[in-house]
């Protein structure tokens, strides 16, 4: 078994993940909708480590990788995951994510049998035990280097170096305060497995890179580029995240951006929020569309101004913005 699952892995990595989706039924792992890089490389590592235990993964997105997350690929020499949404009748393990919004449309047919994520637990449930690693920490990365420390498993340097841009792509460089000392450890030993000299570098360039096309890309089409979408107390609402290296790269799209929010309002959200994170000032202007400006200030402990505000310190949606807006709705 140990060689026909090193034969797949050589396969895989040398000629992308399709041949190995051909091949027969193997496990699907798969991160969220609107996927950043941390739930591509999270699949693409969980489902190595899963071939390297003797149960087959092949990893799967449920959209084409964002600039940042194409270049942390070709620099690392990855294989995109294929886009896949349909998981209906499979085996599934679910990476950076835990809730039905942000997973498959079909999942309720699929057999999730794991998940791997560093947010608040959402409302999947399951018939029956299943693998579980949660944690508070940065970025899935972090714990998916448990799971192979676990099994004993080494990481390929590919897959580490991956790994360790996910890190850094989560953790805004490690500034963001959901950033946690096992994050800065085991970005360290990733970047040594990876060859990676200098890691504040390597997050400027990641950065560089999902900036490079915010000029050419439509107002919708930014949006959606770090969008998740909720259920808070029976509503739908949706939260973006757009993060940048100088927020005046952003500033001439703020109309843009209100008119996508608007639109996508309309389409049946009941608040459309969206951060622009400023790495190296350490703020976000936050920018909203909602029926009621209030559910802002309740959320976040600030009085808006128009349709958006900066707000200093304001880094992470996860755990800045998410569970005060659960509070506000409820």
């Known amino acids: 078994m140990k060689r026909f699952t090193s034969w797949l892995l050589s396969v895989t990595l040398a000629l992308g993940w399709g041949l190995a989706l051909a091949a027969g039924e193997p496990m699907l792992v798969v991160g969220h909708k609107n996927p950043d890089t941390d739930a591509i490389v999270s699949a693409i590592a969980v489902a190595h480590l899963k071939t390297q235990m003797g149960t087959v993964a092949v990893p799967i997105a449920q959209g084409q990788p964002n600039p940042e997350t194409r270049f942390v690929l070709d620099t690392f020499q990855l294989a995109a995951p294929p886009v896949?949404?349909?998981?209906?009748?499979?085996?599934?393990?679910?990476?950076?994510?835990?809730?039905?919004?942000?997973?498959?449309?079909?999942?309720?047919?699929?057999?999730?049998?794991?998940?791997?994520?560093?947010?608040?637990?959402?409302?999947?449930?399951?018939?029956?035990?299943?693998?579980?690693?949660?944690?508070?920490?940065?970025?899935?990365?972090?714990?998916?280097?448990?799971?192979?420390?676990?099994?004993?498993?080494?990481?390929?340097?590919?897959?580490?170096?991956?790994?360790?841009?996910?890190?850094?792509?989560?953790?805004?460089?490690?500034?963001?305060?959901?950033?946690?000392?096992?994050?800065?450890?085991?970005?360290?030993?990733?970047?040594?497995?990876?060859?990676?000299?200098?890691?504040?570098?390597?997050?400027?360039?990641?950065?560089?890179?999902?900036?490079?096309?915010?000029?050419?890309?439509?107002?919708?089409?930014?949006?959606?580029?770090?969008?998740?979408?909720?259920?808070m107390n029976g509503k739908k609402v949706g939260v973006g995240q757009l993060e940048v290296v100088n927020l005046a790269f952003l500033t001439p799209r703020k109309d843009d951006l209100l008119k996508a929010m608007s639109d996508l309002k309309a389409e049946g959200y009941h608040s459309v929020f969206l951060m622009l994170t400023d790495i190296m000032k350490e703020g976000s202007d936050f920018l909203f569309v909602a029926d009621d400006a209030g559910i802002v200030e309740a959320a976040l402990g600030v009085k808006p101004q128009g349709s958006s505000i900066w707000i200093p310190g304001l880094m992470s949606r996860k755990k800045q913005v998410i569970p005060g807006l659960e509070k506000a709705y409820k």
């Open 84 to 231: 896949q949404t349909s998981v209906a009748g499979r085996q599934v393990f679910l990476v950076d994510h835990s809730d039905y919004p942000q997973a498959p449309d079909d999942l309720k047919k699929a057999e999730v049998v794991g998940l791997v994520d560093h947010h608040k637990l959402g409302g999947i449930a399951t018939d029956k035990p299943i693998e579980v690693w949660v944690f508070p920490v940065g970025c899935s990365g972090t714990i998916i280097t448990r799971m192979y420390d676990a099994a004993g498993v080494p990481i390929p340097k590919s897959i580490a170096g991956g790994m360790a841009s996910a890190i850094l792509s989560d953790t805004q460089i490690l500034k963001s305060p959901t950033t946690t000392a096992e994050d800065r450890t085991t970005v360290t030993r990733l970047a040594k497995l990876a060859g990676i000299e200098d890691i504040n570098a390597l997050g400027m360039k990641l950065f560089e890179a999902g900036n490079a096309e915010l000029k050419s890309v439509s107002g919708k089409d930014l949006l959606q580029r770090d969008f998740k979408t909720f259920m």
